[in-house]
């Protein structure tokens, strides 16, 4: 199994910056891809960014030129480096880990989320 535990979060006004962290244990190397979700009240799971052991990545709409995803494998982390963020921006986010001996397209693990709130 693996764990994932998020870091990071917090309260910043519109414009500001925060990095978000994510520390995996466990099975490490079952790990393939990771990403970041989101999840606003009222509002559907929402893909944020993902990144391949390879380092290719994949970012959402909205948060593309704004966010960056970052891995390093040596430390089993993931990070979201997140600028000029927007009040909508506020969500619990998630981070997710894909094993690669799965053949289900889906992520495999997720962590507990780390709280951000965006104020204007």
């Known amino acids: 199994q693996v764990q994932l535990v998020e870091s990071g979060g917090g309260l910043v006004q519109a414009g500001g910056s925060l990095r978000l962290s994510c520390a995996a244990s466990?099975?490490?190397?079952?790990?393939?891809?990771m990403g970041w979700y989101r999840q606003a009240p009222g509002k559907q799971r929402e893909l944020v960014a993902g990144i391949t052991s390879g380092g290719s990545t994949i970012y959402g709409d909205s948060v593309k030129g704004r966010f960056t995803i970052s891995r390093d494998n040596a430390k089993n982390t993931v990070y979201l480096q997140m600028n000029s963020l927007k009040p909508e921006d506020t969500a619990v986010y998630y981070c997710?880990?894909?094993?690669?001996?799965?053949?289900?397209?889906?992520?495999?693990?997720w962590g507990q989320g780390t709280q951000v709130t965006v104020s204007s």
């Open positions: 997710a880990a894909d094993n690669r001996y799965s053949a289900s397209t889906e992520y495999d693990y």
């Open positions: 466990g099975s490490i190397s079952s790990i393939n891809s």
